[in-house]
C-alpha cells in the first residue's frame, strides 16, 4: 500500500488512463489543427479526417522544431499558443506538399 490509502494497481491504472486520454487528446488536436490548416491552404476538399489528424500532428512536430530553431517553446499542450505553432507547421508541411505534386 502506497501513502494515501492508494495501493500499486490503483496508481497504475490511473497512469494508463492518463497515458490514454494523452494519445486521445493528441488526436484530436491534431484533427483540429489539421482541418483548420486544409481551410487556410484550400485542400479541405482533398483531405479527409484521418489525413487532417496525421497532418496536424506532423505539422505540430514541424512548428515545434521551427520555434525551438529560434529559441522559443514549441507545442506544449492543448493551449492557444501550442495550437498557433501546430497551425503555422501545418501550414508549412501542406505548402511542401502542394509543391511537390505538382
Known sequence: ???????????????????????????????????????????DAEQGAILNIIIGIIGSVIGGWLMGAIGESGVGGFNLYSFIVALLGSCILIAIVKVLRR
Open 1 to 43: 500500500m502506497l501513502s494515501g490509502g492508494l495501493n500499486q494497481s490503483s496508481v497504475l491504472d490511473k497512469y494508463i488512463i492518463h497515458k490514454h486520454m494523452g494519445i486521445i487528446l493528441w488526436i484530436i488536436f491534431g484533427a483540429l489543427v489539421g482541418w483548420v490548416a486544409s481551410l487556410i491552404m484550400k485542400t
